[in-house]
Each structure stands twice: as structure tokens, then as C-alpha cells.
């Protein structure tokens, strides 16, 4: 009896102390809908990246993140130390958050559904992410001995290698389709005092010290082939010359862009001639300098403009400027300019007075007001392409937007370049696979992260264990939970597909046909095909003397 007593005493104290807790947890909010008890789960297991597991389906059948970790050259010795699938997956899920900064990663340490779902053991800190990236690609600038000097060389040479082969298995089968290689250059502003940071050309803060992104993209798709991080001076094209030569020397004559486009920055002689000793077709445009002018100056009056489209004439002429090695064709390209202008202009005056006058300019004046470019290619494409091509160049500005405002390339700073690189690298990476995935969703056009993330990755999600399966109960928050529902199914068509026709195929072999699958989905969801026109293989013109 009495040890009956004493059990019956210890589950009252135990049910009284659980409900105790349970009302000492519940707050009452007074807000403008009414009072609402509020109690927090301490034991629940959810997420707010709910349509992870869509994601992760795509990642698993394609292979791309088990490929990604087995060729980590990252090993540790420590037994304390954390697992290599748990850093680049902590990596993943920051980069695919939108995050900008290490310490934000503290934001996903409490959730406890993502790394169950990309296999791992847990969310690793900010710090042991920092510290397993100077593991990866340690400082080389550092004073250290001969001997330490040749062996963080060496890392750093397994580390690049090892991203650059990831970052090109992400987009080497579209290049087998006709494709643009837009080169140019972003500038990452920076706050601190980090290696390379330095003051040079900042369009947006100038004075401020900054590091230059050398990037080289897949026109069109916005893919990134490769991006490197130079120092905040080096943002000319003399510096993104030598990766563009050696990424062009790599690609087998399949695989070759039809051309290869860019800025003034580079149509200069010296990125000129290396184009044309490896035989590449190239569309670049051409400062103005006293030379060009005067070619403006004499085609201005011809009367064999022709309308190239969306309001631009072009006319073809040859140019030879000093210093270069022989002429090249050009083609000066001029529009219209519309709307009401006003010239701002300083006319000196007695002693230290300067009067300030304005010049309008009225659309209604019989005055042609026209903005000129002019565009120098070795190839024989018509007028009506070149206007198209040199119109589509704008959309390579478009994908620097979004993978510095929307993606990390304008953050996951440090004080060395190597991580910086190596960072900028890892953020290719992981936009190039979710271009990919919402392609997939959505071929008839691309979405910005801005859109495509709530879309396809938020969600509430509560993970439950019942005999034996976990299964993910998603709520959609998203207003367009049809259409949600609608680019999943594309996607999970698209992944059977896979698994149906070649179940016996390795994981990289499924991911080239993947690859082949959605491209064919982009060509057969475009209205209106104008890139088989525009990029079959051209004809280089021969240099004249």
C-alpha cells in the first residue's frame, strides 16, 4: 500500500509540475484581431524552406551534391571536427536562403527538418564554416615557411580544381547547343579592411574600396561558366583575358561559343588579336575615342541606313585606328533619342565668375538628336543580327543584378581573397543549379530569385514520424498556390522521365539527360526562335592589310 501511495504521489507531482509548466508557457497577445494564447513548440520539427525536399529530389537524381561532397578536397583529422556533408550542406542552404553574410547562418541553426533532408547531422556555425573554407583554400599571402608555402599552394590548387570541375559539370551540356559567351566585369563594394581591397573604379560609391568579379557568362540561359575575384584595381579586361583565353583553349570545337561579346572595355587590340589567333568569333563594342568620332562623322550622312529594329539603324563601314595591326570591319549603330533633353553648360565670365546657362532641346524642332555606338566583329552576320545581338547584351547586366542583390555575390566577405574567390565560385554553383531546377518548373521564361524562392522553396513544413516514414506536412503561404503546385509537377514529370527511360544510367549520365530534357523544353516553349538564325556558324571575315 504504502509504495502504491508513493507512486501515485510521484505521477500527481509530475502531471501537476507538466501542467504548471505548460500554463506558465502560454502568453496571451492582445493584438488589433483579438487576444491570442501563444506558446511556444520546444519539441516540434519544422522549416521554413517547406519545398526543400522538391530540391533536394532534383539534387539526389541528378547527383550534383553527392558529386559535390565525395570531391571535397577537405579532410580533418580531429575527431571533434565536423563532417564535410554537414559544411557544404550548411554552405548550400545559406547560399539557396539568399543569405549574405556567415553570421546570418545562425538564422538556419534552429531548424531541424533541412538537414535531415539533405542527409546530414546538423547545421554547423558560422565560425567552423569560416574555419573549413581556410581549410579549403588557405591564405597564401601569409608569412610561413618554404616548406608551409608549398603545401597551402597545393590546397588551394585541389580546391580550385575541384570547384572549377563542379561549376563546369553544372553547365557543360548546354554548351553543346549554339550558345554567346558575354564577358564583363561587377565591382563588390567592401567595409573592412580585407586582401585586395582597393580604390578604383566604383560606379556606385566612388573612393570606396572595392573588389572586381571577372565574370564569364552563358548568354541568353544566364548561366555562369566561371567567376573570379581579383583585386578592386584589377577590373580592366587585360585581367579577365587570361581566364577567357584558358576557358576558350579548354573547350573542345563542339562545345565553343558562337561568339564571344562584350563591353568597350574589350575592343581593344590585344583582346582583338587573341581572339582571332584562336579563330573565335567576337562582338565587341568600341570606345569613343578621336578615331572612332570621325568614322561617326563620316557615315552620319549616308543614306543606306538600315532599321535594324526597336528603333536602331546601322550602317557597315571598315576602321583601322593607330596601333592597331590591320582594319576591321565595324558597324555604327544610332537610335533616336526621345523625350525632352536639357544641356547643362558653363560659360566663363569676368574675373572668378562662371554664369551657368541651360540649352532645351525640343523634340518639336526640326533637330535629329541621335545616340551612337559603334560595334566591331570579325564575323558576317547581317545588320539586322548585329542590332539583335548588341540589343541582347543588356541582359547580361540583368543576371549581375540578381546574383549580387538577390544571391551572395555581394556579400560572404573575408579578410583573405582566397575564400573570397572561393565563395563567389560556391554562389555560381548554386545559382547555376537552381536556374536549372526552375527551368524545369517554368521553361516558358526565366525567374529571378525574387520570385522563384517564394514560389518553389518557402513553405512551412512539420516533419512526423509514423511506422516507420517521415513524412513533411507543407503548407503554401504563397497566393499562387495553384500555380505552385502546377511547377512542381512539371518537375517531378520531368525527374520520372529520367528514371523511367534510363533507370540503369550512373547519376552523371542522368544529369546530362536532364540537362538535354529541359533544354528541349526552353526550345519548344519559345514563341518566337530567333537564336538558330542569329548564331548559326558564322564566317570570319579575313584580316585586310
Known sequence: MGEEDFDQKILAKAVG?????????????????????????????ATALGQLAFFAEFLE???LFERWVDGCPMSYSSPNAPEVRDVLGTWLLSILDGQRRYAHIAGLRGDAVAPQI?????????????????????CVGKRCSETEREKREAQLAKSAAWMEATLAESTSEALYTPWILDCDTTIKLLYGHQDGAEISYNPRKPGRPSHAIHTYWIGNVRMVLDAEVQSGKSHTAKHSLPRLRSLLEGLPPEKRPRLVRGDCAFGNETVMVEME?????????????????????????????????????????????????????????????????VADAKVSGKGKKRQQSLQFADAHQPVNIWEYAVLITNTDFDLDAIGQLYRDRADCENGFDEIKNQWGWGGYTTQDMERCNLSAKAVALVYNWWSWYVRLAHPKKRLEAI???????????????HSGQARLLVTITHAAGDQVKSMIANIRKGLDHILRTAPQLPKPDRWRSLVRYIVAKIIAAKSHVQLSRLLAPPVMKGATG
Open 17 to 45: 509540475s507538466a501542467v504548471h509548466d505548460q500554463e506558465v508557457e502560454i502568453q496571451r497577445v492582445m493584438t488589433p484581431g483579438g487576444k491570442f494564447q501563444v506558446r511556444w513548440d520546444e519539441v516540434g520539427s
Open 61 to 63: 537524381v541528378s547527383g
Open 118 to 138: 539533405l542527409n546530414m547531422s546538423k547545421i554547423v556555425s558560422d565560425e567552423s564554416l569560416r574555419r573549413a573554407l581556410a581549410h579549403l583554400s588557405p
Open 277 to 341: 589567333n584562336l579563330a573565335q568569333p567576337y562582338l565587341f563594342k568600341l570606345r569613343q575615342s578621336a578615331g572612332v568620332k570621325r568614322l561617326i562623322e563620316r557615315q552620319w550622312s549616308r543614306d543606306d541606313w538600315e532599321n535594324v529594329g526597336q528603333g536602331f539603324y546601322a550602317v557597315e563601314a571598315e576602321l583601322k585606328l593607330s596601333g592597331w595591326s590591320h582594319t576591321r570591319r565595324v558597324v555604327v549603330v544610332r537610335r533616336s533619342v526621345k523625350g525632352s533633353l
Open 451 to 465: 520570385t522563384s524562392r517564394p514560389l518553389l522553396l518557402a513553405g512551412i513544413a512539420r516533419l512526423t514520424h
